[in-house]
């Protein structure tokens, strides 16, 4: 079992940035991947960014060049860096951790966050 625990969300402005942060504890291993995950109102959960145990990261088109994901394996800790906030990026984020991409892996997630960006 892994645990999931985020902090840092808020309200902010057009334009503005908020960094926010997942600790994770229990049976953590660091070739387990850890992302981010969001769900606007309305709308489906999709994968904002995703960090693997090693340097790939992969990132959803909507965010790259705005948002960067860092991990820290000593720390289990994965942070989401969002600059030039739009109001589209509301949503409730979630950390996530999946011990494999293949169909056997096994997801793990935090309560989630909100992020309120007004115009």
């Known amino acids: 079992q892994v645990q999931l625990v985020e902090s840092g969300g808020g309200s902010v402005q057009s334009g503005g940035s908020l960094r926010l942060s997942c600790t994770a504890s229990?049976?953590?291993?660091?070739?387990?991947?850890m992302a981010w995950y969001r769900r606007a109102p309305g709308k489906e959960r999709e994968l904002v960014a995703r960090?693997?145990?090693?340097?790939?990261?992969d990132y959803a088109d909507s965010v790259k060049g705005r948002f960067t994901i860092s991990r820290d394996n000593a720390k289990n800790t994965v942070d989401l860096q969002m600059n030039n906030l739009k109001p589209e990026d509301t949503a409730v984020y979630y950390c996530?951790?999946?011990?494999?991409?293949?169909?056997?892996?096994?997801?793990?997630w935090g309560s989630g966050t909100l992020v309120t960006v007004s115009s």
């Open positions: 996530n951790v999946r011990t494999a991409l293949s169909i056997e892996g096994m997801d793990y």
């Open positions: 229990g049976r953590m291993f660091n070739n387990y991947f």
């Open positions: 960090a693997s145990g090693g340097s790939r990261v």
